[in-house]
DNA sequence: TTGTACGCGTTATCAT
DNA sequence: ATGATAACGCGTACAA
């Protein structure tokens, strides 16, 4: 490999001044600094990060510690971290800690001890120890933590509040709520958007509150309509469960649209091309990476002690035809 | 930051010693080397990784290149790489391509230039040129590359005709095939299954090569149903083509299961819950990630040349009711 | 503006 | 079995 010092060798300067001219340290003379990137060009110098990382005691790597990668929503969030990094020089290792608190804290300890540029996480729980970082920047996504700092969140409560008034406004009478177990804030920020619409209504508030997959969304759409009072329309806090609905509805007949009112939270791939077409709260995920990255930039840039920022990001309802009363 | 002459200091001993003590080097003697963990555990030593990677002249990262992480094949595959990874102590570094030629090569450079310890890649032609990594181990996935290298492939064609056939089995007669652009090897190999299937039995293939998105489904299926010769069964090769068909048959009213066949390649989330639940050839997108991922491994401990290796995976035809011919 | 020389923290070599 | 010390390749304080 050659090194920094073969360049200055070929250029006839010293090392530092080879190293300041690559950098662009505009204190090197201007037809110095045009020889060392001739020299450096044509022995195909190439700066050894490694050298480089223990010089400065940083990388330029971003840790990304997401909850579960396949989770399309998840992998839109990542997409949009990736992009971003990428244009900022940065790069950015997957951490997938599958709801896995021991896999979290692995996670963020390795960071810390790479010395990682910057974190970017949706951490487990509100309680999540994140002093493995040192002084590491941070930025938190999707749900808050018990400690200050930089987040970027969506309006999740008016989101749902939006979708039940709607499946209201369309004429359902009795919507229902299936949103992901009470230890996660996404799903009891959903429920409390669903109860806040059903206010001064009159109407009997029906919640469930299962773990974020399909089978208990099968489970808790068979629970509601086997009940006493069976509701004629869901809100469902998620596309998981979304799709134990839709399985369970379809094996009693039931066809969203007509029979029953449905609406999801998140805008699945497959929910525009289904029978019917799904109506959905989109969350903004891969904008959510975005602005998370951006705040890292930031954050990295100016090192000092700063007031945490939040970013809320607003839903968008999409209305397709399952939560629309049809005549037929 | 504490630091290992901190740890020689309070143990007592060189710090050569205690590299050897922490690195578990069997030539040091027992009781000195319990002294030196005690001294370590009390002072909250965590040996510095970038020098380390310094002195080795590399880390303990492997990139991870793969053309999209939106595709939930994918993201099984970096799961399976991951987990297994993990296991192995090394970390993984997102890389998505986008299937664009450019950021490939970028990326592929990169990982030349940080030394990683290994690529995993899933490259989007058959001559993309890998010389940047210089000798770093690398495993090739999902399509073969004109360069001997170990890689982990699926039996797609076999997948495709086992499809094809049981369209026929079940009493389909003019089955189409709709895949992907011609110049994907995944695209040509799941047509030439269907092609083969078809062999001797006096039917006249229609394939359609598109790009493999949602829209392009619809499109193909449009175009064959309008065509001199519309078909009754669809063999798709990819599950968001897949999605495409679906709404394109929902428009016309023709309802698969009953009036039409469908069949496709990828086991998506949403397969098994739709209406009807959805047959697929499903690929073992998990274990091909840890396939590789073990490849990767015995490639790095095996540092000398050796002959490359293929893995190759089988299929599973897994039949739901989309491909039954049902009597209503 | 340029060059010399040291430091980053660890591992590996070579004596002992 | 242990210790002293030389790399690893780069960036930068300091001197010139």
Redo the contacts with the bound molecule.
């Keep these: 490999?050659v090194?920094?010092?073969d360049v200055a060798r070929e250029a006839g300067?010293?090392?530092?001044?080879v190293?300041?001219a690559?950098?662009n340290l505009d204190?090197?003379?201007p037809d110095?600094a045009e020889q060392v990137h001739r020299a450096a060009a044509q022995l195909g110098y190439r700066?050894?990060t490694l050298?480089?990382n223990?010089?400065?005691?940083s990388t330029q790597v971003w840790a990304l510690i997401i909850s579960d990668i396949e989770n399309p929503f998840f992998t839109a969030v990542a997409r949009g971290v990736e992009d971003t990094a990428q244009q900022n020089g940065y790069s950015v290792m997957l951490c997938n800690s599958d709801e896995d608190p021991e896999k979290e804290s692995r996670y963020l300890s390795v960071a810390g001890q790479d010395r990682v540029a910057g974190v970017i996480l949706s951490p487990h729980s509100a309680s999540t120890n994140v002093s493995a970082l040192n002084r590491i920047p941070l930025v938190v996504i999707d749900r808050t933590l018990n400690a200050p700092f930089d987040v970027v969140l969506v309006r999740s409560r008016l989101g749902a509040q939006q979708a039940t008034k709607h499946l209201l406004d369309e004429g359902w009478h009795r919507p229902a709520c299936i949103t992901g177990p009470q230890d996660a804030e996404t799903a009891t920020e959903r429920s409390a958007g669903y109860l806040q619409a059903l206010e001064g209504t009159g109407i009997e508030p029906q919640v469930q509150y299962q773990r974020f997959r399909s089978a208990e969304g099968a489970l808790a759409t068979a629970e509601l309509l086997d009940g006493k009072n069976p509701p004629d329309s869901f809100f469902i806090g998620n596309a998981s469960l979304a799709l134990g609905v839709l399985a369970e509805l379809s094996k009693r007949g039931l066809r969203p649209g007509v029979d029953v009112g449905l609406i999801s939270f998140d805008d699945a791939p497959w929910a525009p091309f289904i029978n019917p077409p799904i109506s959905v709260v989109a969350q903004p995920a891969y904008d959510i990476g975005v602005q998370a990255a951006q705040l890292l930039v930031q954050r990295i840039a100016n090192a000092g002690p700063q007031a945490p920022r939040e970013v809320n990001l607003a839903t968008s309802l999409i209305v397709r035809e399952s939560s629309q009363r049809s005549t037929n």
Excluded: C, E
């Design positions: 490999m090194k920094i010092s300067v010293s090392v530092a001044t190293s300041r690559l950098n204190t090197v003379r110095l700066p050894n050298a480089r223990l010089r400065k005691q």
